[in-house]
């Protein structure tokens, strides 16, 4: 139903890594803006990491040098690292994409989110 799938979440271990992924459901959609959101337990839902159409990124300081927003705009996919993952992390992970049809911008979807559940 949603127009953003999100995949890869799952349950690791302190040090490991997990690879997020985010396509539109549909295939006459693109993406263009894309951002990763994350929220904890009895928190607000915030933001990690962005990346724009032309692959400019942004991260919010917790994440630096550990994760790396990505995409392959011929796969039409983005996709978030997540290298050297700590117990903090733990959260539902939400991909939010602006989405493009025949040139026109539909505006912001969010994925239904992946739980990421670091354990230590």
């Known amino acids: 139903q949603e127009q953003l799938v999100e995949s890869g979440g799952g349950l690791v271990q302190a040090g490991e890594s997990l690879r997020l992924s985010c396509a539109p459901s549909?295939?006459?959609?693109?993406?263009?803006?894309v951002a990763w959101y994350r929220q904890a337990p009895g928190n607000q839902r915030a933001l990690v990491a962005a990346i724009s159409t032309s692959g400019s990124t942004s991260y919010v300081d917790s994440v630096k040098g550990r994760f790396t927003i990505s995409r392959d705009n011929a796969k039409n996919t983005a996709y978030l690292q997540m290298n050297s993952l700590k117990p903090e992390d733990t959260a539902v992970y939400y991909c939010?994409?602006?989405?493009?049809?025949?040139?026109?911008?539909?505006?912001?979807?969010w994925g239904q989110g992946t739980q990421v559940t670091v354990s230590s």
């Open positions: 549909v295939s006459t959609f693109s993406i263009a803006y």
């Open positions: 939010t994409a602006d989405l493009l049809s025949n040139g026109r911008h539909y505006g912001a979807f």
